[in-house]
């Protein structure tokens, strides 16, 4: 991979609001066509760090540049080459969706001869065509984000940016949205750039980049990260865990650590150390289960908490809402 | 050809869309931003309707009830004189511009609400398309609402010829142009819904009240005609007045016109502080929109 491989690069960069940190000092090089993830709890610095790469926010140290123009020199040349799916709703509920298409079009300079056919391209691709003309305030949700996509790819950016794409959405309707965004990227060869807080999510990517508290901590592809795991997570619940802990310790020279009243211990072959950890233990094992390591076991490794699904959780309920005021207005 | 065509239908990436904003780039922004509002409006034709009740009510309320009791001659000059409906009925038509450009152009709290205004914002456009776009949109709101109005010339006793309607559509647009403008500029600072309340009640109302639309502004207390003249609603009044109630007034209507240290303002005067105001408004809504944290 060359230097002109690279459609974003950053550089120590940072984000402060007064006394707070929001970004500390990050580096990427992302390569053009990967599907690059910024995996993190929300208030990380995922979209304080997407806001800086999309120009939305200022820079307070350090650089970044996208497509090959510098964020703080040249927004104009970087807002061009982009295409932004943000967070929250914004589209205009009271347009129809061609007409959202229309005023981003026109707004991005597309061509005049060539308006009417992207536009008919995109509501293709992601299946919208039939809808067209109704007003966005009829759409559901997970069409809503559909025609959001559709509009970031309309002026053929270099680089579609997306914020946390799928939150808020049911299982389904994520799924399809992934089917799009894999379908852009061979078709297209965008590079796809996103953040999100959903482990499944991040399997998809190429390489993710795990944020917290605003610094990177861990970089690669899920198969890496997942292999700082030392291997198989087996979960262990008995009717003594100090004790049992202590003779893991002692026996298998792992270090179990505790969650949830239940034990975790990573093994290289939980197939081969199940039978024996029953065999080996006095206590009393009342269960045991074993998976391969997931992106939730590498985040509870790295940062030493989990991603709390349950704040998260509260978190998508609130923009539902949200959601459902913006089609109502 | 043929190739072209496969080239056209999937396009790679960083084909299209990569023109630098510039000064057409700048017009292609005023254009589309101006058209949304003036396409929503079109779509929301009630509230057109609704809009227009309250300046009925105010020409009914006051100029019957009112003017019943200031008496047929309210004002005059020149040999002929004008009832107190026929002189608050061009205070009516101010009245719809000054709501409709405001509110028009403070449509902008409400887009940033629903979010539409990051998909303006983040746009390879100059931020000044944005605020010159919504003025445009605030004040082509307010001229329609002001000009239908005018149908009710006839049953308030006004005529008109077709020179001074062709003189009176540019004045109630620089009125309509400078409001929606400070509606701009206003919010653009304005990050919620509850700061559009405090604006109306203690801006817009105000405006309305001392801008000479319900009453003449000459012989005042000393306090409320700095207050009148620091009004820019007044130097939009004015004109609009003069223009309607001069084909009634044989000798033209001066004698109503707005005064500075007894000096009879020229309309067009009025005219240019009004588009001065307005641009000054429009500047500073475009330093806010430029501004990122």
């Keep these: ?200 999510e991040a399997e998809e990517c190429d390489r993710i980049a795990v944020i917290d508290g605003g610094r990177i901590v861990a970089l690669g592809t899920p198969d890496e990260l997942k292999a700082l795991v030392g291997g198989d997570v087996v979960t262990i619940a008995t009717n003594d865990n100090v004790r049992a802990a202590g003779e893991i310790s002692a026996r298998f020279g792992v270090e179990p650590t505790t969650a949830d009243d239940t034990l975790r211990v990573e093994v290289p072959d939980a197939a081969g150390f199940v039978p024996r950890l029953i065999k080996e233990t006095s206590v009393e094992i009342t269960s045991v289960s074993f998976r391969r390591p997931s992106l939730d076991d590498v985040f509870l490794k790295l940062t030493g908490h989990a991603i709390r699904e349950e704040g998260a959780a509260a978190g998508d309920k609130m923009r539902l809402m949200g959601r459902a005021w913006g089609g109502r207005r | 050809m043929s190739t072209e065509s496969t080239t056209l239908a999937t396009p790679r990436a960083g084909r299209i869309g990569r023109r630098s904003p510039g000064v057409a780039g700048t017009l292609r922004g005023i254009y589309i931003v101006w058209y949304r509002d003036v396409l929503r409006f079109w779509r929301d034709r009630p509230r057109i309707i609704i809009a227009l009740a309250q300046p009925i009510l105010y020409l009914v309320v006051f100029g019957a009830g009112l003017g019943s009791s200031l008496g047929g001659s309210f004002a005059g000059g020149g040999g002929g004189s004008v009832s107190y409906g026929q002189f608050i009925y061009p205070g009516v038509i101010g009245m719809a511009v000054l709501f409709a450009a405001v509110f028009g152009a403070m449509s902008i ?159 067009g005067l009025e005219a240019l502080i009004l588009l001065v105001f307005g641009a000054a408004m429009l500047g500073i809504a475009v330093v806010n929109f430029r501004r990122r944290d």
């Design chain 1, 1 to 200: 991979m060359t230097d002109t491989d690279l459609v974003i690069t950053a550089r120590g960069l940072t984000k402060r609001y007064g006394e707070l940190e929001a970004v500390r000092g990050i580096d990427l090089a992302v390569h053009r066509g990967e599907i690059f993830g910024f995996l993190g709890p929300n208030g990380a610095g995922k979209s304080t760090t997407i806001s800086m790469l999309c120009t939305l926010l200022t820079v307070t140290d350090g650089s970044a540049s996208v497509a090959g123009f510098d964020v703080e020199r040249n927004p104009d040349d970087v807002r061009a080459s982009i295409g932004l799916v943000f967070q929250d709703p914004s589209l205009d509920g009271q347009l129809s969706a061609r007409e959202n298409l229309e005023f981003h079009a026109f707004i991005y300079g597309v061509p005049a001869d060539q308006r009417a056919q992207r536009i008919a391209e995109v509501l293709e691709m992601v299946e919208l065509s039939d809808r067209a003309g109704s007003m966005v305030m009829t759409f559901s949700g997970g069409m809503r984000r559909r025609l959001e996509i559709a509009r970031g790819m309309l002026h053929t950016p270099e680089v579609l940016f997306l914020d946390e794409p799928t939150i808020g959405l049911d299982p389904q309707t994520r799924r399809h949205i992934w089917t799009y965004l894999r379908q852009l990227r061979a078709d297209q060869g965008v590079t796809l750039f996103m953040t999100t807080h959903y482990m499944d």
């Design chain 2, 109 to 267: 709290v409400w887009d940033r609400e629903f979010g539409f205004l990051k998909e303006i914002l983040v746009a390879p456009i100059d931020r000044s398309a944005v605020a010159i776009g919504k003025a445009l949109g605030g004040a082509t709101q307010a001229v329609v609402q002001g000009s239908i109005l005018l149908v009710l010339a006839p049953i308030m006793g006004v005529s008109f010829t077709i020179g001074s309607i062709l003189l009176l559509i540019p004045f109630i647009f620089i009125l309509a142009f400078a409001l929606s403008s400070l509606g701009v500029a206003l919010a653009s600072r304005m990050k919620s819904m509850q700061g559009f309340q405090v604006v109306m009640t203690f801006l817009v109302m105000p405006m309305f009240f001392l801008s000479g639309s319900l009453f003449p502004l000459g012989g005042l207390p000393d306090w409320m005609t700095v207050l009148t003249r620091l009004d820019p609603v007044s130097y939009g009044m004015d004109p609009i007045r003069r223009i309607i109630l001069g084909t009634n007034l044989p000798g033209g209507a001066d004698s109503l016109g707005l005064t500075i240290f007894d000096q009879v303002l020229p309309i």
